[in-house]
Nanobody, 126 residues
Framework: QLQLVESGGGSVQSGGSLRVSCAASGYAYRTYCMGWFRQAPGREREVVAIIASDGSTRYATSVKGRFTISRENGKIIVYLQMNSLEPEDTAIYYC????????????????????WGQGTQVTVSS
């Protein structure tokens, strides 16, 4: 059973930067599509960015140019570097994984991901 553990959340002022990390363990497959999602109070969980095992990435429009997703394949560690943070980025950030060399066709859909971390809080103040 794949386990995902996020770390690195916190509080920052608008315009600041944070990096969150996700470490996987207990994986049965050699490759996974990894993703970051977020959920703000009263809102549905939404995709932030995803990265396939070959390093190809996709981003939500709202974070393009500000956030960067990356990964280490040896130990399946995924990072999300968040720059130019805005109060609207405040949310719980979740790491997710889907088995496979490539990412799901419907890569933005939460139902495509089998495994989830417990989440880490990111708070951006104005």
């Amino acid at each position: 059973q794949l386990q995902l553990v996020e770390s690195g959340g916190g509080s920052v002022q608008s315009g600041g930067s944070l990096r969150v990390s996700c470490a996987a363990s207990g994986y049965a497959y050699r490759t996974y599509c990894m993703g970051w999602f977020r959920q703000a109070p009263g809102r549905e969980r939404e995709v932030v960015a995803i990265i396939a095992s070959d390093g190809s990435t996709r981003y939500a429009t709202s974070v393009k140019g500000r956030f960067t997703i990356s990964r280490e394949n040896g130990k399946i560690i995924v990072y999300l570097q968040m720059n130019s943070l805005e109060p609207e980025d405040t949310a719980i950030y979740y790491c997710a994984a889907a088995p496979g060399r490539s990412c799901p066709y419907y890569w933005a859909s939460t139902s495509e991901y089998n495994y989830w971390g417990q989440g880490t809080q990111v708070t951006v103040s104005s």
